[in-house]
């Protein structure tokens, strides 16, 4: 069975496809990664600026109100205490340098001030912000979604007085979002690509090759084959011109074997029509009717050579027929007619005249040593079986390939006296073999001789109507 997924055409679209979606992928994914540093960068200058105003805000006011500045400032995001020590320890700014800068900016102090920074990265459960009322440590867990990735920012500015203002804040890492516009460029693009793969493959690739392999079938069943368009690109049209090449040289091979048989055929005829007259004349009449028997006989062979050849070039027109009416029709012109089961309606392209001969040599072998020939068909997968089965003793197993060998005879039951020339097999098997199809012999168990004959089928091809 062949599965869709298997064909050229398919799997070139499937893999354009996947790589347009990896790099899409990775194309939104470094674009999502830049808006988030940008928008964690903004989030931490506006941190910034709000801490470096409440510390303006706190130098600039009266003690006594630094408290409720404190409170009011403070947010669920956002958290300011007033302490004698430094809630960062450290002095390294080098993960924190823009937000000190952005600080001493707004504060108007280059260098005099001590300012430190500290960022780091929170996975897991996001725990609210200490020194924060129960109302809003609830609210700042709700707002951080309770277990997401969040970026904390701790700042400890230097107060006059000997104070530090530290400030703790946290802010949710931004999420992936697949834009709306970046989805539509995709979704564009990939149409206009595959469009434009789809015309490439259907006109420039896939149908040559097509093409190529339906030509390569007919010309396997024995039919002509017109020769193929060069189209596609080069190498598509290196492989058409070499199949247009072997099927000219194959035609002239089998012709030139053809004319040299018919032509010696030809030539024969005369001498053994001279050769006959001149066997009249004998006068013992034993001598005479042993030359002419002798004469009868070589003529018999050449026209056996002459109708092997014949089945060898397939020059009758094929047609699709039916193949149980097909089956039945050869029946009623046979002399020794043989039992036909039922079978399922199947078509099959052959050439009737050709394959009628074929099929009844094997038959009238089975009735002539097997004493009946009961004949069965159906189809298995793409290939047409028929079988032809005889009562009689066989034959031996190492000679069930050789007695398709042309002029090879069996020694016993199958014998010169009862046989032909040894052609009739042949001739079946060369029919057969030209249709794209086989022959096979093998002996039955409960006894008798079975003929497998297979043929390609299609369902291709229009059924013809029964009458």
Known sequence: MRWPFNTLRIQLIILIVAALVVAQIISLWLFVDERGLAIRAAMGFEAAGRAANVARLI????ENL??????????????????????????????????????RTLLDDSYS?????????????????PHLSPEMAEMHVSMMHGALTAIE???SIAISGGKWLN????????????????????ALTSALILVAAFWFLMTRLTGPLRRLVGAAETLGRGEEVADLPMTGPVEVRDLTSAFNRMQDRLTRFVADRTRLLAALGHDLRSPLTAMRVRAEMVDDDETREALVASIEEMQSMIEETLTFARGMTGSETAET???????????????????????????????????????????????????????TYTRQGDHLVITV??????????????????????????SLETGGHGLGLSIARTIIRSHGGDIALSNRAEGGLRARITIPVSDDFPVPEEG
Request: net charge negative.
């Open 59 to 62: 130098e600039e006011a009266p």
């Open 167 to 186: 400030v703790g804040t946290r802010f949710e890492k931004p999420p992936l979002q697949w834009q709306f516009f970046s989805m539509l460029t995709f």
């Open 321 to 375: 027929l039916l193949v149980g009416p097909f089956l039945a029709a050869l029946r009623s012109n046979m002399v020794h007619g043989f039992e036909l089961a039922d079978g399922p309606a199947i078509q099959a392209r052959i050439r009737p005249n050709a394959l009628r001969r074929a099929l009844r040599n094997v038959i009238e072998n089975a009735t002539r040593y097997g004493g009946r020939a009961c004949v």
């Open 113 to 129: 001030r001590d300012i430190r920074v500290e960022l780091h990265q929170i996975k897991g459960e996001i725990l609210p912000l």
């Open 389 to 414: 089965e005889d009562d009689g003793p066989g034959i031996p197993a190492s000679d069930l390939e050789l007695v398709f060998d042309p002029f090879y005879r069996l020694e016993e039951s199958r």
């Open 153 to 155: 920012m701790n700042l």
């Open 66 to 103: 630094r408290p409720s500045i404190l409170r009011a400032a403070n947010s669920p995001l956002v958290r300011f205490e007033l302490s004698p020590e430094p809630g960062v320890s450290h002095v390294d700014h080098s993960d924190g340098g823009l937000v000190e800068a952005r600080i």
